[in-house]
């Protein structure tokens, strides 16, 4: 932008705290075209003053120096700048309320944020929207019940479904269970299966396209935009907006259990198949066909266990719960054992706890099942009991309450093991192609595992979080996956059980239309939902160094035959780690570049005189750390006057260009605040924090090449409700550099 | 302790013991809030946590073998803190009632007075019908002729015309040296079970003597915290009430047979001795059975078949002795004052014969448990 006008706002104490004159005159001298102070901006009194003075000064951005941008969001909006043409500047959070009123640092603090926010509207282009045309239609992969659902919930907000099932009948598991877990009060004993009603409701509605034996055969394009084609009797190819992936899961493979009796006796037998026979209205030991006296459940078969499932498989608790119920209404003598680590029966589920527990003959023990002895009949060895010593419990039938396992491919190493045996192949050394003959090997239990067939260049599939869950966050963004448009939902997204899969489908069935709706405006999903914004590459600067299409969480970029990297702008969350990524610092966006915040922390006034005033620049994440910071502000904290604050989408966006920038301009250190990494990570974009930590680790050696100390760089992590931390954090940070003395680079 | 124990919770196990108040057991969760704020569970075998497991998974021997249920006295802290609903207050008095009829000699009478539900008109009755039948065999059913010639306090007629002295000697005494058998093979059970497993050390009378001084003042009673005054003091009037009672029959025989002198008038010291021992008992059995009726207090416990019809046997002798005391003041046909001294001697005998499978066989067990835990040192340990 040219013509930038700074709105300075006395209100809320500002005024009282600052001298604006000498502020407006800063943002002046930075290049604003005009400079207004107003007593009250978000009022509309104050609206109109900015609105007249954008008339007759011919602006076309706009630094709104005021409160935080969370604040007066819909008055700020009014004025009808995009988010390239207006900078919102937290005078009072950053400063007016953090350091004290009067002081020289607080005014000088001023003066860099406004000019900061100057430098940054002077950098922003237009954002020209994008408006694709797009399908309506939802593609539900899987009927089980959160499939079913999902389709049910999709029609009824009047768009077109299609729903493709791998088997030849709708229904998934519960098609062939006698009841499901109780779903209205008294919530004590089993429901009816509810399968009969909905598979009807679905085959009944017109909005519905039910394609059995089916799977798919490719999926390309982005939301909004995917061309899927099917396989099977039903092949053909469709246009899609959305996708909701509900494909299920599968039991644990008994036969691994070997230490519970499975495959050793005819009596030891999987809740599965009790809940066969349940459903047949006869339950019999196998080994003699007559009617078990005694029946003993297994909890955690295979579930929490560090040779199989490391995770809780979250139903079996409560189906074991419910087969005890069925199995008592069939046979009202049969005593019943019930062997468990932490019986779970969150919620409602209580009562069917309670219900079953005061049924007579039934017995629930807590301890660790050590080994069932099969010599005769089932003996099932307990340890860890709760006297503290081994005990025997012997049976007629043993039922291994086993967990499950998502029906989900792990996309990213699909595509390692498609790698890999290329190279194995084709690759330019016998060691590289040892390495990937062995790699080969190691991933073989990934082949043929595919099941969107995505033409994504990260994978064919979803990636998956922790023990191969197609998750993306599971607690602030459930069903979102990291491929846009694609919606998990059900067990393959998380264990849970038929009541929470109905739940996920239904939410998952409202993104997937979401998603479709914002495709159609240009938008991006969450957490950066309705900006327009997207990414511009300038392709003929491109090395081919594939960083950008690696590392884009999302999977937004493809790449051609040589390694350039196709945008699907669709796909894009804009979070910038692609941005971060790029050495040649070709990718930007129209309202948030490597050239703005260059020129932001050029903005920064560094004093020549390190003894006074040395300078520290923040680069914090706008999703948690600035509202931690701003939270600290609104509880009366303060924090050293010589830090300037900027706000990043993401660690993951930081090019390290910036921190070179700072240093050579004499900034005495850099401090970088995300969110928490690892398996529990809390970045709203997956990998920033990660990638952010890689980065700056390789940052440190070039450091000290410069005979600069890598402690003037310092990553942490912090979550949103951490505020009281955050000023401790920037002050720890200031005393840690006035021990190293002066960034030897100043003034030169 | 040392084998692996076989987890057996069989169906007839928990009916029986759900008979006797234990049907809850299952509810437990074992977040072991009653043995925290157990006062007389000792540090080393803290109760009732532990039996209630036992219960769910059926480990009978276990049960039979633990002394902690005759430590409980049955305060219902732990009822009043459950969280589960599971009273094990009540399952502890359900567990000692287990072990009474489980280790009773011989079994099938255990069995007997354990089912009081359905057994207890039978068990009434037939010592009353044993009475008549004696009667009738021997001195025949006469009614007591009215002497003139007696003093007003000693009454209008003797009740040994009814039922000759040397009858009751052969009854009674027949029936005591039953109950010492039994009550002595029992207990000697239980001792032996008590003490497998346990090392003990010291006399036995050793630790006797001060147990006994521990009965005699209910000291332990006044370690529980809560709901307890009541039963304390009912309970402590009832046993010394019986105590009162045994000690008048004593000194009634001495006196008898060593001086020569019957019937003893109403205001000789003796018959002070057993009247106030009789106000003891009518006040004690009150104030325990008036603690019962708070219908649903958690404090208050559950009453089993067994419990009430022990209650009502212990009612029933003060109750027909008073009466039977009374007749012989008050001008009534000497038949009906006949008829009740017959009732209050069945009745008596029933109180006797059933001692060994009563709740009164609590002073054996409960007082051998309390001499293992000091022998074996159960509070320190």
Same mark, same amino acid.
Request: glycine fraction near 10%.
């Given at each position: ?278 459903? @047949? ?22 579930? &929490? ?77 307990? @340890? ?24 989900? #491919? ?11 045996? &290329? ?13 990937? #003959? ?132 669709? &796909? ?52 948690? #750390? ?107 940070? #200031?005393?840690?550099? @006035? ?10 | 302790? +040392? ?22 057991? +299952? ?42 249920? /005759? ?61 008549? +039948? ?8 006469? =009614? ?30 027949? +029936? ?7 009550? /002595? ?36 009673? =006044? ?28 000194? %009634? ?18 018959? /002070?001795?057993?009247? *106030? ?9 009150? %104030? ?26 212990? %009612? ?19 038949? =009906? ?13 029933? *109180? ?8 009164? =066989? ?5 007082? *051998? ?13």
């Amino acid at each position: 932008m040219d013509r930038i006008g700074a709105v300075l706002c006395s209100g809320c104490g500002i005024g009282d705290a600052v001298d604006l004159d000498a502020v407006a005159k800063a943002a002046a001298g930075s290049g604003a075209a005009a400079t207004l102070i107003h007593g009250c901006c978000c009022s509309a009194d104050g609206l109109q003053a900015i609105r007249d003075a954008v008339t007759e000064r011919g602006l076309d951005g706009v630094v709104v120096a005021a409160c935080s941008e969370r604040a007066k969001r819909a008055e700020f909006a009014s004025l009808g700048f995009d988010a390239a043409g207006m900078a919102r500047v937290a005078l009072r959070e950053h400063c007016t309320w953090s350091h004290p009123a009067g002081d020289d640092d607080t005014r000088l603090l001023a003066e860099d944020l406004v000019r900061m926010g100057v430098a940054r509207v002077k950098n922003g282009s237009p954002i020209r929207p994008l408006s694709p045309e797009v399908s309506d239609t939802v593609l539900v992969v899987g009927a089980g019940r959160a499939g079913l659902e999902a389709a049910k919930t999709v029609a009824g907000m009047g768009h077109p479904v299609v729903m493709v099932e791998r088997s030849g009948l709708l229904g998934g598991h519960l098609a062939s269970q006698k009841s499901v877990l109780p779903e209205e009060p008294p919530y004590d004993r089993p429901h009816d299966n509810p399968m009969p009603g909905l598979i009807a409701d679905i085959t009944s509605c017109s909005g519905i396209t039910v394609l059995t034996g089916t799977t798919i055969d490719a999926i390309a394009g982005q939301p909004g935009q995917f061309r899927v084609r099917l396989s099977g009797p039903s092949g053909r190819e469709l246009a899609v907006g959305a996708i909701v992936q509900a494909t299920g899961a599968r039991p644990y493979d008994a036969r691994k259990l070997h230490h519970l009796g499975y495959g050793a006796s005819p009596d030891v037998v999987t809740s599965h198949e009790l809940e066969a026979m349940l459903v @047949a209205g006869q339950v019999v030991c196998p080994s003699t066909g007559a009617p078990p006296q005694r029946v003993l459940f297994v909890q955690c078969a295979g579930s &929490r266990d560090d040779n199989h499932l490391r995770y809780c498989s979250s139903d079996c608790c409560t189906a074991t719960l419910r087969q005890a119920y069925e199995l008592r209404t069939i046979d009202a003598a049969v005593e019943i054992a019930v062997v468990y680590r932490d019986l779970r029966a969150p919620g409602h589920m209580e009562h069917l706890f309670n219900g079953v527990q005061r049924m007579a003959g039934m017995m629930m023990t807590r301890g660790d099942v050590e080994a069932v002895a099969v010599v005769g009949k089932p003996s099932v060895q307990i @340890a860890n009991s709760l006297l503290g010593e081994r005990a025997v419990v012997d049976t007629d039938l043993v039922v291994l309450a086993v967990g499950m396992v998502p029906n989900a #491919a792990d996309g990213e190493l699909v595509r390692k093991l498609h790698d890999a045996r &290329r190279d194995a192949e084709h690759g330019e050394s016998a060691p590289v192609r040892a390495d990937a #003959a062995r790699l080969v090997g190691e991933l073989a239990a990934h082949d043929g595992t595919e099941i969107l067939q995505l033409g994504y260049r990260q994978g064919p599939d979803l990636p998956v979080l922790a023990y191969g869950y197609p998750d993306s966050h599971f607690i602030c963004f459930p069903y979102e996956t990291r491929r846009t448009g694609i919606h998990a939902a059900g067990t393959t997204r998380a264990p849970m059980d038929s009541a929470q899969a109905a739940e996920d489908g239904a939410g998952a069935a409202m993104k997937a239309v979401q998603c479709i709706a914002m495709a159609r405006r240009g938008e991006a999903v969450h957490p950066r939902a309705g900006d327009r914004a997207v990414p511009d590459f300038y392709l003929q600067r491109c090395t081919q160094c594939k960083r950008c299409t690696e590392e884009c969480p999302f999977g937004t970029l493809d790449e051609d035959a040589k390694g350039t990297p196709e945008l699907k702008e669709l &796909r894009c969350r804009r979070c910038g780690l692609c941005m971060g990524s790029c050495p040649e610092r070709i990718i930007n966006f129209p309202d948030y570049s490597v050239p703005m915040v260059a020129d932001m922390i050029k903005a920064i006034e560094v004093p020549e005189d390190f003894e006074g005033k040395p300078r520290i620049l923040a680069l914090m994440c706008e999703n948690d #750390a600035v509202p931690a910071l701003e939270a600290a502000a609104a509880n009366g904290a303060s924090w050293n006057p010589w830090v300037r604050v900027i706000p990043i989408r993401c660690l993951g966006s930081v090019n390290i260009v910036w921190i070179a920038e700072a240093l050579s301009r004499g900034v005495d250190g850099v401090i970088l605040i995300g969110c928490a990494r690892g398996d529990d990570y809390q970045c709203h974009f997956i990998r920033g924090s990660e990638l952010a930590n890689t980065r700056l680790g390789n940052v440190g050696e070039t450091l000290q090449r410069l005979a600069l100390e890598p402690e003037r760089i310092k990553v942490v992590e912090l979550s949103h409700a951490e505020f009281d931390r955050v000023p401790r954090l920037l002050d720890d940070f #200031a005393s840690s550099l @006035a021990a190293l003395g002066p960034n030897p680079m100043k003034g030169l | 302790m +040392a084998s692996t124990p076989a987890i057996h919770p069989s169906a007839d196990f928990l009916k029986a013991f759900a008979r006797q108040g234990g049907g809850a057991a +299952a509810r437990c969760y074992q977040c072991a809030a009653c043995s925290s704020v157990c006062e007389l569970a000792p540090a080393g075998a803290p109760f009732p946590r532990r039996q209630v497991l036992w219960a769910q998974w059926g480990l009978i021997e276990r049960l039979l073998a633990d002394p902690g249920p /005759w430590l409980c006295h049955q305060c219902n802290d732990c009822s009043l803190r459950c969280p589960r609903d599971v009273a094990p207050g009540d399952l502890m008095a359900a567990v000692r009632a287990t072990v009474v009829e489980r280790l009773a000699v011989p079994a099938f009478l255990g069995g007997l007075v354990g089912n009081a539900r359905r057994t207890w008109a039978l068990l009434v009755l037939l010592p009353i019908a044993f009475w008549l +039948a004696l009667l009738a065999a021997t001195t025949g059913l006469v =009614a007591p002729e009215i002497h003139a010639d007696m003093a007003p306090l000693e009454g209008r007629f003797h009740y040994e015309e009814v039922v000759p002295h040397f009858l009751i000697y052969i009854v009674f005494t027949a +029936a005591t040296l039953w109950v010492l058998i039994a009550v /002595w093979s029992s207990g000697r059970r239980f001792w032996r079970m008590l003490g497998a497993g346990a090392r003990r050390e010291g006399s036995f009378f050793g630790s006797l003597i001060p147990v006994v001084i521990e009965i005699a003042t209910h000291r332990r009673f =006044a370690r529980c915290e809560r709901g307890v005054p009541k039963r304390r003091w009912g309970h402590f009037l009832l046993m010394w009430g019986f105590v009162g009672a045994a000690l008048t029959s004593a000194i %009634l025989v001495v006196y008898m047979y060593g001086f020569g002198r019957y019937p003893l008038p109403l205001d000789h010291w003796v018959k /002070w001795l057993g009247n *106030l021992s009789a106000v003891i008992l009518v006040a004690g059995g009150t %104030l325990l059975y008036a603690n019962r009726l708070v219908p649903g207090d958690r404090l208050a416990g559950a009453t089993s078949a067994a419990d009430r019809f022990f209650l009502f046997t212990v %009612l029933g002798v003060i109750a027909t002795g008073v009466i039977t005391e009374l007749l012989r003041f008050v001008a009534v046909p000497p038949a =009906a004052a006949a008829l009740a001294y017959v009732l209050h001697l069945g009745i008596v005998l029933t *109180l006797f014969l059933i001692f060994p499978y009563s709740k009164f =066989a609590h002073l054996v067990y409960r007082t *051998l448990a309390m001499v293992h835990e000091r022998m074996a040192r159960l509070t320190t340990a």
